[in-house]
T-cell receptor
């Protein structure tokens, strides 16, 4: 079982819909990242959060540290939001170097 | 461009070839990473360099050989690869440290095909 689980694995939505992607993790963390990967491979960091909620444009990320759960919401979805969304948790492990553990990603397709 | 540049973007190589992947960042970060992304699998950490010193080698076969000549450049030397090594190889950098500065920046990746 992966230490970081995402759901759903695949999601198809109609343009304008409100979208939620969930991430659960089983380890102690210092921070959690939401990443976006478009076809072609490059990864963009959307959010890094360790508590509460962050908002950027139509994207909202929340985290509940006690429940080891985070959600990424997209309001008024658009076809350009189609991508793989990856949850990654940040562990400190010895020394000064940080380590990310990744979920398998959620493939989102927003249809016009 | 994210600030982390990877070259080449695509590479096809035979199993007897030797090639190198290059990663470059000028963000002032002091840690650099190689990740492997295979189909339907989470990203796997391969190597970590912090302050130009390798701090993790995540049980990667010796046919992959990293090199970090300075804090801005990271290479992955490849030789006698296998078809199952075909994957997307991603470089990332971050500002190391325990207090804040966890932000990662990823490159666009090199799509490697071993034939």
């Amino acid at each position: 079982k992966n230490e970081v689980e995402q759901s759903p694995q695949n999601l198809t939505a109609q343009e304008g819909e409100f979208i939620t992607i969930n991430c659960s993790y089983s380890v102690g963390i210092s921070a959690l990242h939401w990443l976006q990967q478009h076809p072609g491979g490059g990864i963009v960091s959307l959010f890094m959060l360790s508590s509460g909620k962050k908002k950027h444009g139509r994207l909202i990320a929340t985290i509940n540290i006690q429940e080891k759960h985070s959600s990424l919401h997209i309001t008024a979805s658009h076809p350009r939001d189609s991508a793989v969304y990856i949850c990654a948790v940040h562990m400190n492990y010895g020394g000064a170097t940080n380590k990310l553990i990744f979920g398998t990603g959620t493939l989102l397709a927003v249809q016009p | 461009e994210t600030g982390v540049t990877q070259t080449p973007r695509h590479l096809v190589m035979g199993m007897t070839n030797k090639k190198s992947l290059k990663c470059e960042q000028h963000l002032g970060h002091n840690a650099m990473y190689w990740y492997k992304q295979s189909a339907k699998k989470p990203l796997e950490l391969m190597f970590v360099y912090s302050l130009e010193e390798r701090v993790e080698n995540n049980s990667v076969p010796s046919r992959f050989s990293p090199e970090c000549p300075n804090s801005s450049h990271l290479f992955l030397h490849l030789h006698t690869l296998q078809p199952e090594d075909s994957a997307l190889y991603l470089c990332a950098s971050s500002q190391d440290g325990r207090t804040g500065g966890y932000g990662y920046t990823f490159g666009s990746g090199t799509r490697l095909t071993v034939v």
